[in-house]
């Protein structure tokens, strides 16, 4: 009988030797899983429980902190927004239901204290088992509190968005959208209910959507930029390539008329003999239109690739925040095998109307491109992430995505962007003793908006030593030219950033 | 008892401190519900072991009492007026304001009765008399269909382990494990067919996650299934993650909403595991697990000491049901198999469990003590330990 007693006592061993090892698997393995469930209401009481971390302007003033309070003896947390609605499509939020948007939600490991280095998650641990609270880390961003308020001041209100960065790091100073919304509602009852009746001038305001990286518009004319980079980049045309303007473009047998003259919206503007670079200066689309039909559209698509568009920008929000820029078709993106056998209108996508969507982020980033000497920095930010003890966590440093254009095509559009501010369309963002190299953009938005724009202006300067890339874009202005409505706003946010 | 093993009692006593720790934290006013009980078990311990001082083997005498006491036991929740269902199992009787789980007094009668039932029955057993097997499925097929009628599926899986492991030590015939194993997959299949109440238990082991809401066991209306059905299940393995390699401390472990709502029901009984694990963390609860595993090593130690057939089996028995209990409610809350409701030794709060595992130690000490002596005994005697077969048999029972 004691073989068999020893059979059934293995069977027993067994048995709870598996208990031990399932109680490993959920404690570690599946640990991490199961804490980003949804419905997990531990962690939704235990997050509350965190201190987390401040979210603070590369000046040090706090976007975000976290105030305790008491609750039946448990100590809760919840959060603050000091500079309500200031930074709040950047931020984002972060509720008691464990729900974030924005920073709040990418950064949640870092504020959470839940993603440090071995060091520290060891003396967490053991603030764990001493029942200390958990500190989470903070984070520093890269945004002026100044140029950010000064773009939703000069926005005021109507939809659109300003994004200003470093054209030689990628650092951005500014990422404004309005309208905006005050992110410490959310958390209040009906709080949600009265954001969403938050208005702006145009139909459909959606402030919780943010216009810089998720809002889609067509670029019009700064697409100028991208079809030039093209035409110069292969050899194809130069600045001072020939052209004759009769005012309009033939294609596929009709005639493509320039835009309305500012002075006179009735009539079309028309140059006669003039160049590339002029065409760029004046935003002649029969110029643009006759570059489109030489190079094909697969050429300018593919250097739009090489911006980034069809790509998500890396950046340090949410990719669900983040739309890429491209030919978009019944609302997806649109790519086609190829572009040059009728698919894709060749003289229309030149100046960039066709079915080209683009996000201010991406335009600003074709503007930083050309600063920085034909290579496009990385866009961040979070400048670094900082311990409660002091210790620094995380440093960005600034990274190049690559090359996408020569030098030298760079240093020519450099220059034929001076002149469009000079005395071309964007002679509204000239600053005294700072030579601003810019391109407006007067976008139709098609028959249903007869004389309704999206203004856009993409600038940077000083022009010899870009310090600040800047994009602008209004949305849905009555006869508004990107000359008009935009390049003051760029103008603006220069100075500020500039000192001038 | 001068011989008995000297690690059960402060084993015991250790994982009842563990269980009372967490009762406390968890609530303080079970906490004294449960030391009340903890009393009692202790003043049954001490009584049994009075009352069996001379010879425990005298049970075997009344092995069909046994059998009889295990059936009225696994019935009594089904009679009326004292009856009360309790987390969709009819498993519970109050008398008075005292409510009491009979099914685990049951256990310790079943394992009696079986060990005697077994020892006598062992020869003809394996040589597959039909006539033998009579009272044997009887006593069991009842069980069965009593444990069935109340929906305690816990209880059945324990009752059927047990009955399987003692029949494979008393017969050393693996075929009819085989065919007993045989006989309960297709039972199972053919009960999980016919009772939706085993038929979800399987579902939420299986996928206690859905992507879109289902119909809800309980209210019929649509819900995802780990807010509803699988719920409890869910939560509790939401906590054993929570706790990690060194668990949140004692006191310091999340139990309530911000509200002060409890999150898992029954998490005191049933979920005590999960409460231990997240306070404890991995640490603690490797360690209570290798207590347990401690505690099934000295009771088979004491069943291959022990001299008689009975004495082995009824050892074998009670270490066995200890440790496969301990298996089935861990198990199930750790998704190891379907979640069924049954307590944890000596840790889960509840008077009923108490009370018949200090049965349970009592009668592991009274085993060990007679082996013990009858081991130093005959060694003095003789100048050797002989082996169990050459010992003197003991015939008192027929």
């Not at chain 1, 948007?101 to 998650?121: F, I, K, P, W």
């Not at chain 1, 100046?351 to 920085?372: H, K, N, S, Y």
């Not at chain 1, 030298?408 to 220059?415: H, P, R």
């Not at chain 2, 297709?186 to 999980?192: E, H, L």
Request: one cysteine or more.
């Amino acid at each position: 009988m004691n073989k068999q007693l020893l059979h059934v006592a293995v069977v027993a061993m067994v048995l709870l030797a598996i208990l031990i090892g399932a109680t490993t698997y959920w404690q570690s393995w599946a640990g991490a899983g199961l804490s980003n469930r949804k419905d997990n209401s531990i962690e939704l009481v235990a997050q509350l429980q965190v201190d987390r971390g401040k979210i603070l302007a590369s000046n040090g003033l706090p976007l975000a902190w976290s105030t305790p309070h008491k609750k039946k003896g448990l100590t809760i947390y919840s959060r603050k927004y000091p500079t309500t609605g200031l930074f709040s499509d950047i931020v984002g939020y972060s509720t008691s239901g464990d729900n974030q948007v924005g920073l709040e939600q990418s950064l949640n490991d870092y504020l959470t204290g839940a993603n440090t280095n071995l060091s520290n998650t060891f003396s967490q641990e053991l603030d764990r088992l001493g029942g200390q609270t958990v500190h989470g880390d903070n984070v520093y961003l890269t945004v002026k509190p100044a140029a950010q308020a000064l773009a939703e001041q000069q926005l005021a209100g109507r939809c659109g968005a300003v994004v200003a960065l470093n054209p030689k790091t990628g650092a951005i100073y500014a990422m404004a959208s309005s309208p905006t919304y005050n992110e410490n509602l959310i958390s209040q009852p009906g709080g949600y209910a009265k954001i969403g009746k938050i208005k702006g001038t145009c139909g459909d305001a959606s402030p919780l959507y943010n216009n810089a990286t998720q809002g889609l518009y067509p670029p019009g004319s700064t697409f100028k930029l991208v079809t030039a980079s093209a035409a110069l980049d292969t050899g194809k045309f130069t600045p001072n390539s020939q052209f004759y303007d009769p005012g309009y473009c033939t294609e596929y047998g009709t005639k493509i008329y320039n835009s309305a003259s500012p002075d006179s919206p009735s009539a079309h503007e028309t140059f006669g003999n003039t160049t590339l670079s002029a065409g760029l200066e004046h935003s002649i689309n029969s110029v643009f239109c006759h570059v489109g039909i030489a190079i094909g559209a697969k050429s300018i698509l593919d250097y739009a690739k090489r911006y980034g568009f069809y790509s998500l920008p890396p950046l340090d929000l949410p990719p669900n925040t983040i739309n890429p820029s491209g030919l978009y078709n019944n609302g997806k993106l649109y790519f086609p095998k190829n572009p040059d056998n009728g698919s894709v209108d060749p003289g229309r996508l030149a100046f960039g109307q066709e079915r080209m969507l683009v996000t201010p982020l991406q335009m600003a980033l074709v503007a930083a491109t050309i600063a920085d000497g034909g290579t496009e920095p990385r866009p961040y930010l979070v400048q670094k992430v900082v311990a409660p003890d002091g210790s620094t966590v995380a440093t960005t440093a600034p990274h190049v995505l690559g090359r996408v254009i020569k030098s030298t095509t760079a240093a020519e559009l450099n220059q034929m962007m001076q002149l469009v501010v000079q005395g071309g369309t964007g002679t509204t963002a000239q600053i005294p003793g700072v030579e601003v190299a810019g391109k407006t953009g007067t976008a139709e938005l098609g028959p249903a908006y007869p004389n309704i724009y999206d203004a856009w202006f993409v600038c940077f300067a000083p022009a010899n030593n870009p310090q600040v890339a800047v994009a602008v874009v209004v949305e849905k202005q009555l006869n508004g030219f990107g000359g008009s409505i935009s390049a003051p706003i760029a103008k603006a946010i220069l100075e500020n950033l500039l000192h001038k | 008892m001068p011989l008995a093993d000297p690690y059960l009692l402060p084993m015991a006593a250790l994982l009842t401190a563990i269980g009372l720790t967490e009762i406390y934290r968890l609530g303080p006013s079970s906490a004294l519900r449960q030391g009340i009980w903890v009393v009692i078990g202790v003043a049954v311990f001490a009584g049994t072991l009075l009352y069996l001082r001379k010879d425990y083997r005298v049970l075997e005498r009344y092995k069909y009492v046994f059998g009889v006491t295990a059936i009225l036991l696994l019935f009594l929740p089904l009679a009326p007026g004292i009856g009360e269902t309790i987390n969709g199992a009819r498993l519970w009787v109050h008398f008075g304001g005292l409510q009491f789980q009979p099914g685990e007094l049951g256990k310790i009668a079943l394992i009696v009765f079986l060990a005697a039932y077994l020892r006598e029955k062992r020869e003809v057993l394996a040589q597959g008399r039909l006539k033998d097997w009579g009272p044997l499925v009887v006593i069991w097929g009842g069980a069965m269909l009593v444990l069935f009628a109340t929906d305690d599926l816990g209880s059945a899986l324990l009752y059927y382990g047990i009955f399987l492991a003692l029949l494979y030590v008393a017969t050393a015939r693996l075929a009819f494990v085989a065919a007993a194993l045989g006989l309960f997959l297709i039972g199972s299949i053919g009960i999980a067919q016919a009772t939706p109440h085993v038929q979800e238990r399987i579902t939420d082991w299986l996928t206690p996650w859905s992507s879109k809401p289902v119909p809800c066991f309980f209210t019929g209306k649509l819900a995802l299934r780990q807010e509803c059905a699988s719920y409890q299940l869910v939560q509790s393995l939401y906590g054993i993650a929570h706790g990690g390699f060194g668990g949140t401390g004692l006191a310091r472990g999340i139990f309530t909403t911000a509200t002060g709502q409890q999150i898992v029901p029954e998490q005191n009984s049933d979920f005590i595991y999960s409460a231990v694990a997240q306070e404890l963390g991995l640490i603690g609860a490797g360690a209570l697990l290798l207590l347990y595993m401690a505690f099934v090593l000295r009771g088979f130690r004491i069943a291959l000491a022990a001299s008689d057939g009975f004495s082995k089996l009824l050892a074998a028995g009670l270490s066995f049901g200890f440790a496969f209990q301990t298996f089935v409610i861990v198990g199930g809350i750790l998704r190891v198999i379907p979640l069924t409701g049954i307590t944890l030794p000596f840790v889960s709060y509840g008077g009923s469990s108490i009370v018949s595992n200090f049965f349970l130690v009592a009668g592991l000490m009274l085993i060990s003590n007679r082996a013990n002596r009858a081991g130093s005994a005959v060694g003095e005697a003789a100048g050797a330990r002989p082996g169990p077969e050459s010992r003197p048999r003991y015939h008192g029972a027929s």
